[in-house]
């Protein structure tokens, strides 16, 4: 099947020239730290030496509810979803002030929100694929249909998001309960316990998470014999808004635009991605470090160190909009500041 087909990586040769104009920089070799990896890396996927500037950033926030959340692993209800739609679409929200200040584009895009979202632009529904998603210790989220149609949407909102002009692509998440299917999503690619990638959420208590341990637990128990396939594992414990970003990040690497990776909810779809399209994951870089222990292990396994490390756990792609200017500076310093060679 094509959508299992790997993915090129950047441009090695042009990574090699990146570097070595680094090197050449009229600052003592490594001075940069991480902006100097973060400058070849954005190099490397632009293939161009020195980088253009990083103008066009683009967050997609990809929205859905969870039948999980009705099973006390959250701390809010589930209504707060559609709520928080609304929210963005007025720019009210975390995400928005950080995306207004760095001049980042924000779409929200209801892919499973269990509510019919009425008086919204039917542009926000458009890529709707159900009310909500089967809970994942019960039942499957999706069927194989509802998966495939998700992960298609994803490759189309990529599509679109490209076509406007992006030269980075930040996927956000909104909907409560998902740092559980994330975490399963993770512990299944991983082969990781429960116990290892269950983490707080939006801040339940050590009852609370017991129990969450317990629910993802047996959610990966239910499901074990299908978690070798990627389309299989999203159907088993995903959901339609993962599912599309998944299938985004793996449209977005496929097409050669790299994507700055948010919390556990943007980094489990990214290692969704990177088995749909194994390879898409040199296309990834990861914005920050959440305090949701999956994330963590998720970034290891994926070869990536977060950029900032500053205790966010919000999610709706806040910590990757938030390490924007860094990424804009590592950039710039590649291609303004003047070579040692030039001075002499
Ligand atoms: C007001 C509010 C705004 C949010 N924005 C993102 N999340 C984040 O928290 C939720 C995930 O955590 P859990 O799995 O514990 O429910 C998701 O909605 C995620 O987007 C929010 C949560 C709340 C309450
Ligand atoms: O890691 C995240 O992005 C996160 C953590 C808690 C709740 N929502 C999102």
């Given at each position: 099947m094509s959508r299992y087909e790997a993915v090129s990586a950047p441009s090695e040769v042009v990574r090699a020239a990146a570097a070595e104009r680094l090197a050449g920089l009229a600052t003592p070799p490594g001075a940069l730290g991480r902006l100097g990896d973060l400058a070849v890396w954005i190099a490397a996927t632009q293939s161009m030496v020195p980088p253009a500037p990083v103008t066009h950033v683009r967050t997609v926030i990809f929205a859905g509810d969870h039948g999980v959340s009705d099973h006390g692993v959250s701390a809010f209800p589930k209504a707060i979803t559609p709520a928080m739609v609304r929210t963005f679409l007025m720019g009210k929200a975390g995400v928005s002030v950080l995306a207004a200040q760095h001049g980042v584009s924000v779409r929200v895009l209801d892919l499973g929100v269990d509510d019919d979202l009425e008086g919204v632009a039917p542009e926000v529904t458009r890529f709707k694929v159900r009310?909500?998603?089967?809970?994942?210790?019960?039942?499957?989220?999706?069927?194989?249909?509802?998966?495939?149609?998700?992960?298609?949407?994803?490759?189309?909102?990529?599509?679109?998001?490209?076509?406007?002009?992006?030269?980075?692509?930040?996927?956000?998440?909104?909907?409560?309960?998902?740092?559980?299917?994330?975490?399963a999503l993770i512990a299944a690619s991983l082969s990781l316990p429960a116990m290892e990638v269950t983490g707080r959420g939006t801040g339940i208590d050590e009852s609370a998470l017991a129990h969450k341990m317990a629910v993802v637990q047996q959610a990966l128990d239910r499901t074990r014999e299908r978690t070798g396939d990627p389309i299989d594992t999203l159907t088993a414990l995903g959901s339609a808004d993962l599912a599309a970003a998944a299938g985004f990040m793996a449209a977005a690497a496929r097409a050669g635009v790299p994507v700055l990776l948010d919390g556990v909810i943007s980094v489990a779809a990214a290692v969704m991605a990177d088995r749909?399209?194994?390879?898409?994951?040199?296309?990834?870089?990861?914005?920050?470090?959440?305090?949701?222990?999956?994330?963590?292990?998720?970034?290891?396994?994926?070869?990536?160190?977060?950029?900032?490390?500053?205790?966010?756990?919000?999610?709706?792609?806040s910590g990757a909009v938030a390490a924007v200017p860094l990424v804009r500076s590592a950039a710039l310093l590649l291609s303004d500041v003047a070579l040692l060679a030039d001075l002499m």
């Open positions: 009310r909500g998603s089967g809970a994942i210790h019960l039942e499957d989220a999706l069927t194989t249909d509802e998966t495939l149609q998700a992960i298609a949407a994803g490759e189309t909102i990529a599509a679109e998001e490209i076509a406007a002009g992006a030269q980075l692509l930040i996927s956000g998440d909104m909907g409560i309960g998902n740092t559980t299917p994330a975490a749909l399209a194994p390879g898409a994951a040199a296309w990834f870089a990861a914005g920050h470090r959440s305090t949701e222990p999956a994330q963590t292990l998720a970034l290891d396994k994926l070869g990536l160190e977060p950029i900032l490390d500053v205790g966010m756990r919000l999610g709706e792609g």
